[in-house]
């Protein structure tokens, strides 16, 4: 089981609990004044958590809607077109529980499947992105998704976990997303997800500009 270690987000007004292994990019390049990205530093897992304004767009009448539609902004539109997106819940979206801000949290998984022209690369934040670190032929990038809105805030925080397979980095035969065999890749995912929900803390509710939470 990981160890895992209270994190300060956004200057302290957020903190999470996040594996040890787990250190912020920021110290080595620049990211996103809304955004935090964290990267294993014995694999390739990243957490990425995104602090955007309220979706209430036309087309967006619920929750999930808002969920499906922060996720369509993550993966690429041609990826969607050419099915290399994979959704792999029975029920598509699954609503867990943001224990110290009793909300909801809504959180979905799935795979982009790599084409040749991204060799390389790999899902972060929104978008194919270059990484630094040298490593194998990318197959495939579990996604695992999960939104907290904030009412009070008009916030929508959104959390991206990043879980790339490469070829010779994983046993193909434990994985097999039909069956729900997620593999331990994975599975230890969720886990951190689990433990990101379950800690998730707004310690100062002027980072969005409201005097106080729910």
Same mark, same amino acid.
């Given at each position: 089981?990981?160890?895992?270690?209270?994190?300060?987000?956004?200057?302290?007004?957020? =903190?999470?609990?996040?594996?040890?292994?787990?250190?912020?990019?920021?110290?080595?390049?620049?990211?996103?004044?809304? &955004? %935090?990205?964290?990267?294993?530093?014995?694999?390739?897992?990243?957490?990425?958590?995104?602090?955007?304004?309220?979706?209430?767009?036309?087309?967006?009448?619920?929750? *999930?809607?808002?969920? %499906?539609?922060?996720?369509?902004?993550?993966?690429?539109?041609?990826?969607?077109? =050419?099915?290399?997106?994979?959704?792999?819940?029975? &029920?598509?979206?699954?609503?867990?529980?943001?224990? !110290?801000?009793?909300?909801?949290?809504? =959180?979905?998984?799935?795979?982009?499947?790599?084409?040749? &022209?991204?060799?390389?690369?790999?899902? &972060?934040?929104?978008?194919?992105?270059?990484?630094?670190?040298? !490593?194998?032929?990318?197959?495939? =990038?579990?996604?695992?998704?999960?939104?907290? *809105?904030?009412?009070?805030? %008009?916030?929508d925080v959104v959390i991206t976990i990043n879980v790339p397979h490469f070829k010779g980095e994983y046993v193909p035969?434990?994985?097999?997303?039909? !069956?729900?065999?997620?593999?331990?890749?994975?599975?230890?995912?969720?886990?951190?997800?689990?433990?990101?929900?379950?800690?998730? %803390?707004? !310690?100062?509710?002027?980072?969005?500009?409201?005097?106080?939470?729910?």
């Open positions: 089981m990981s160890q895992y270690q209270p994190i300060s987000l956004y200057g302290g007004a957020i =903190t999470v609990s996040l594996p040890t292994g787990f250190a912020d990019v920021s110290t080595i390049r620049q990211v996103p004044d809304n &955004q %935090e990205l964290y990267l294993s530093q014995t694999g390739f897992t990243s957490v990425v958590f995104d602090l955007t304004e309220r979706v209430s767009d036309v087309g967006v009448a619920n929750d *999930r809607d808002a969920l %499906e539609y922060h996720f369509n902004d993550i993966v690429e539109v041609d990826d969607i077109i =050419t099915g290399r997106v994979k959704r792999w819940d029975g &029920q598509p979206i699954s609503i867990l529980l943001a224990q !110290k801000l009793s909300l909801p949290a809504y =959180t979905l998984h799935a795979t982009v499947h790599n084409h040749p &022209q991204n060799q390389g690369q790999q899902h &972060q934040g929104g978008s194919v992105s270059q990484v630094s670190r040298s !490593k194998p032929e990318l197959d495939f =990038t579990a996604i695992i998704l999960a939104l907290i *809105r904030l009412p009070a805030a %008009e916030t035969s434990e994985v097999d997303f039909d !069956k729900a065999d997620l593999g331990p890749q994975v599975r230890d995912a969720m886990q951190v997800r689990d433990e990101i929900l379950r800690t998730f %803390e707004v !310690k100062d509710w002027s980072l969005f500009g409201a005097a106080e939470g729910e």
